[in-house]
């Protein structure tokens, strides 16, 4: 690969932990400046601590105009020029089935998962499509296994990441030919913090589920359970304007062949 990331400017929204924070610490060591936004103080620290203070992080809500404004503006560069945004925010539902849940406990599970997954991701882009136009930059959406098939979550959260999917295809056609469009969808991952949703009372993340790991392992063809750094490969491609220049409306699977 070439070495085309070093100097660029790139946002990741939830880049404190997880998947977006490994591919926001990828793009650090590839060279490109790097701003993180994340709702937790201890996360945002931690990426820059890690970091030696080189990724620019900001704490705040991804759903939130006045927050999203302030990061991207934080993230371009000196020319009003951004080269890439990648949202990584999500929730997850605790595999939470429609038929066990009440009237009104989904309408507040549905309305929250969808603000946080689909609504601050069509947020980040719109706020952001002017200084990516500048840079004609790209944009690289996270989806998930469940964006393909009835795995990897409930139906709150398959139906979140299959909107994803769609408006991978939608903002490539819409953004184009300035501006590419692409996502990733990782399979089950080890060592994620994933929370639940605060309207239906979920504390328990991803890590704590016990025997999590192994099961993840057990339904790929690799016979692998990723770690948040497996993915970030792919990000790394998707931003790079020479090596992907020609890529866009694509989702690369990073499921371990669970998906056959």
């Known amino acids: 690969m070439s ?3 070093a100097g660029l400017h790139i ?3 939830g880049g404190g932990s997880g998947i977006a924070r490994a591919a926001a610490e990828r793009y650090d060591r590839e060279g490109a400046i790097v701003t993180v936004l994340n709702r937790s103080a201890p996360g945002a620290d931690a990426v820059r601590e890690a970091s030696g203070g080189r990724i620019r992080t900001m704490v705040g809500d991804a759903t939130d105009p006045e927050t999203l404004s302030a990061a991207v503006a934080a993230a371009a560069d000196e020319n009003g020029k951004l080269h890439n945004l990648t949202c990584g925010v999500g929730a ?7 038929s066990d849940l009440s009237p009104a406990e989904l309408i507040d599970a549905a309305e929250e998962i969808w603000r946080i997954n689909v609504g601050a991701t069509l947020l980040a882009v719109n706020i952001a499509v002017p200084v990516l136009r500048e840079a004609c930059g790209s944009i690289t ?3 998930s296994e469940s964006a393909f098939n009835a795995i990897g979550g409930g139906v709150l959260y398959g139906s979140s990441k299959w909107a994803l999917r769609g408006i ?3 903002l490539a056609a819409e953004l184009a030919p300035v501006i590419r469009v692409n996502g990733v969808a990782p399979g089950g991952t080890g060592g994620t913090k994933f929370g639940g949703l605060s309207s239906l009372g ?3 993340t991803a890590d704590k589920v016990e025997g999590r ?3 993840i392992a057990a339904g790929t063809l690799l016979g692998i359970t990723a770690m948040p750094e497996d993915h970030s490969g792919a990000y790394r491609f998707l931003a790079d304007p020479v090596d992907a220049r020609v890529v866009t409306g694509v989702v690369i699977r990073t499921d371990g062949g669970r998906r056959l």
């Open 168 to 170: 991978v295809d939608h």
């Open 3 to 5: 070495n085309s990331l």
């Open 213 to 215: 790991d192994e099961r």
């Open 92 to 98: 997850f539902d605790n595999y939470s089935r429609v």
């Open 202 to 204: 979920q504390t328990v």
């Open 11 to 13: 946002l990741v929204t």
């Open 141 to 143: 959406l996270t989806l």
